[in-house]
Every structure is written in C-alpha cells, then in structure tokens.
C-alpha cells in the first residue's frame, strides 16, 4: 500500500507541475526549468509528451546533473573518453550510475548514486594501506567474480588485523551525508572473527575520531550460506553497540564503518578497521574495498 500511496502522489504531482499549458514554451526553455528538478524526475517528465521527452532527455538536462568536474574524472580512465565520444548526457550519466568506472590505474572506482547525481567512490585494496599485505604468508592477492576490481586481498592469518584508507573530501560532492562502507566477502576456512568484535573509526582533517565496532563474521547477522554450511552455529542476537555485515547485490557482503558530512572545504579523512588487541589469530576473509557513497533518506 505504502508503494502504491507514494507512486499514486508522484503521479500527483506530475499532474500539479504540468497544470500549466508548458507545452506552448520553446523546448529549451522547458529543458531549462527541469535543471530545478532532479534524475528521477526528469526521468518520470520524459512520459509526459513529446515535448517534454524531448526537453527531458536534452544534454542542457543531464549536462546540470552530471557533476561539475565530470570530464576531469572521466579523463583518469582508459574508457573516458570512448564514453563521452559515444553517449549523450543522459546516457552517460545513466551509465555511470549502473557501471562503476575504474579510474586511476584500477584501483578507484567511481559512480554516481542514480537519484541525486551524487558523487560515489570505492577505495579497491589495492589502495588501501593493508599491514603485511605485501607478505603472501599472511595475505594474498586475487581476482573474484562480480569485483569491480582485477584483485582483492584475502586475508590468510594475522594476529593483527589493521587496514587503512584515505579519501579527500573535495572528490566527493560538497554539503553531502555520506556512508562509509568496508566491501568483504568470506571464505570457508573464516576463522577468529566469530566472537571478536573489529574496531572501526573515521577520523576528519580536523583531528576528530569518530569510532565505533563491528562484526565480520556475517553468520553473526543470521547470514549462512553454501560458503559456511559446514559451521552449524548461526548467531542472531543483536548487540546494539555492534554493527552487523548486510549482503549486498552482487553477492558480497558489506558493514558500515561510520558517517560523514561533507561541507565544501578539502580535508583528508582516513577510514580504518582495526583488530589489534585481542591477541588472537584471524583469516579467511576478502576485501574487495572501502565505499563512499551517500545515504539517501
């Protein structure tokens, strides 16, 4: 009900907007008063008529909703400008919001959050700061299906577990509520992480630390699957103060590290995850990356 309620009051409010006879302004001048809107309703306007599919699906639109320095971040890819030779605005920012881009080397990714136009970047592992990562005792590099990365870092046994990341604020876009995500998936000889809770912190260019605990163990969410049906235990009871990993869509799982607010003015921020007090030895997991994207509400 509560789905049809809001689809009937999008509706609504397409009706309201097109009250006006806007079909007796020239066609730039309707393309004009869509850049006040946003992606998801020009996409719902270009249903309305052919003038308005017409304004709606024009480059002056979805040149607006693109980010300012999109060409600039299309340049740090080897398909950059193949995209921009090849699609109109719109297509390329639909695009880049289904088809992360690998920018820098491949060890960036970047889209868009396909509501707001809002800038989203993953972190791959092979730039994190990841202690002994470079020791195949301890962790090795790999590729998995469905990462957007060509390697991931599957941790084989430490006693601590540290992974840092950096990202600069004025990449991401400006006056922004976004979420900081550590992307990891299992393996079926995961160990130590069962009952040993993963310290997490977000720390601004101002010194402020913001931290918090997680689990990686995803059968501590109630999350079992083929990977870990050799373990019978499964442990639901939810701990308030402890985050718990969430399945994403393409079959990795993924826990949130902490918030932050973007405010126009260009800090580091370093995201880390850290398991260094516990003495205990730990493995059988993959990092695929840290995420950044914003939390729609």
Not at 109 to 116: A, G, R, V, Y
Request: hydrophobic share 40%; proline share 4%; aromatic share 10%.
């Amino acid at each position: 009900m509560a789905v049809e309620r809001q689809k009937e009051e999008e509706r609504e409010g397409v009706e309201i907007f097109c009250g006006a006879d806007f079909n007796v302004l020239p066609e730039e001048c309707i393309a004009a008063i869509f850049t006040f809107t946003n992606p998801r309703d020009a996409c719902r306007f270009d249903s309305v008529s052919t003038t308005f599919k017409s304004a709606a699906d024009s480059d002056l639109v979805w040149e607006h909703f693109l980010p300012s320095d999109y060409r600039q971040i299309l340049a740090r890819s080897n398909d950059g400008q193949a995209l921009l030779d090849s699609l109109s605005k719109k297509q390329l920012f639909l695009h880049l919001a289904h088809t992360p881009l690998l920018i820098d080397g491949g060890i960036l990714s970047f889209s868009l959050e396909k509501s707001t136009g809002k800038k989203c970047y993953t972190i791959g592992a092979r730039n994190l700061s990841i202690s002994w990562g470079d020791t195949p005792t301890y962790w090795q590099w790999n590729s998995m299906p469905k990462s957007r990365f060509s390697e991931v870092a599957k941790l084989i046994y430490v006693w601590w577990l540290e992974i840092r990341g950096k990202i600069k604020t004025s990449m991401l876009s400006p006056n922004t509520h976004y979420g900081v995500y550590l992307v990891f998936n299992v393996s079926e000889d995961l160990f130590g992480l069962y009952d040993l809770p993963v310290k997490v912190g977000i720390k601004t260019g101002g010194g402020e630390l913001v931290t918090g605990n997680v689990y990686l163990d995803p059968r501590r969410a109630g999350i079992i699957d083929e990977t870990l049906i050799m373990y019978a235990e499964v442990f639901t009871e939810k701990e308030d103060d402890v985050k718990l990993p969430k399945k994403r869509g393409n079959d990795w799982l993924e826990v949130e590290i902490g918030e932050l607010l973007t405010t126009g003015e260009d800090e580091d921020v370093e995201m880390s995850i850290l398991e260094v007090e516990a003495g205990k030895p730990k493995g059988g997991f993959y990092v695929d990356g840290i995420e950044i994207r914003p939390k729609i509400i």
